[in-house]
Antibody, heavy 121, light 110 residues
Framework: EVQLLESGGGLVQPGGSLRLSCAGS????????MSWVRQAPGKGLEWVSG????????YYADSVKGRFTISRDNSKSTLYLQMNSLRAEDTALYYC??????????????WGQGTLVTVSS | QSALTQPPSASGSPGQSVTISCTGASSDVGDYNYVSWYQHHPGKAPKLMIY???KRPSGVPDRFSGSKSGNTASLTVSGLQAEDEADYYCSSYAGSNNLVFGGGTKLTVL
């Protein structure tokens, strides 16, 4: 059974940093692209960032480019999102999501339950 | 990329059919057959219901179907059941490894 478990969320001041983690199990982690998707309070879903199975290819939404960094440690079956220069508008529930293949992600076949990030002074 | 446009709400009685639309642009929905739909019960992980416009993952009832015409995709839920009440989101591949989502539709089973 595929499981994705996010952690690392919390309350942080504007301009601060936070690192999210997502532990994957039940599948061969290094053969699938992974992504982060977020949902701000009362809003819809927003794709944030994606990474290929090897970790060599990384992609970002314009809203986070230059501030967030996605990475993965395949030896630990774990996905990360380093978030710097956080803004109030980054407040959201952050989901880890698995792509259907190694590189290009056209949809997400499994999701975690999310970790909440609140940016406030 | 701009978000895809979905109606904020939809409803139907048990046993009826309901269709949710998802309108994008020629650069996303209109250009790729990579539209997907997700069911989301608040507090739970979103669940993939339809991918590549009309394909159903294993375990998804055939009451759920998807289609696309031009820049607009649709999700139809037939034989509505109480457990279908949830938020539904569409998504489309938009090129260069980017994906765009709709704003979500709250489906109410009356």
């Amino acid at each position: 059974e595929v499981q994705l478990l996010e952690s690392g969320g919390g309350l942080v001041q504007p301009g601060g940093s936070l690192r999210l983690s997502c532990a994957g199990s039940g599948f061969t982690f290094n053969t699938y692209a992974m992504s982060w998707v977020r949902q701000a309070p009362g809003k819809g879903l927003e794709w944030v960032s994606g990474i290929g199975g090897s970790g060599n290819s990384r992609y970002y939404a314009d809203s986070v480019k230059g501030r967030f960094t996605i990475s993965r440690d395949n030896s630990k079956s774990t996905l990360y999102l380093q978030m710097n220069s956080l803004r109030a508008e980054d407040t959201a529930l952050y989901y880890c999501a698995k792509g259907p293949g190694f590189s290009v992600t056209t949809h997400f076949d499994f999701w975690g339950q999310g970790t909440l990030v609140t940016v406030s002074s | 990329q701009s978000a895809l446009t979905q109606p904020p709400s939809a409803s139907g009685s048990p046993g009826q059919s309901v269709t949710i639309s998802c309108t994008g642009a020629s650069s996303d929905v209109g250009d790729y057959n990579y539209v997907s739909w997700y069911q989301h019960h608040p507090g739970k992980a979103p669940k993939l219901m339809i991918y590549e416009v009309s394909k159903r993952p294993s375990g998804v009832p055939d009451r759920f179907s998807g289609s696309k015409s031009g820049n607009t995709a649709s999700l139809t839920v037939s034989g509505l059941q109480a457990e279908d009440e949830a938020d539904y989101y569409c998504s489309s591949y938009a090129g260069s490894n980017n994906l765009v989502f709709g704003g979500g539709t709250k489906l109410t089973v009356l």
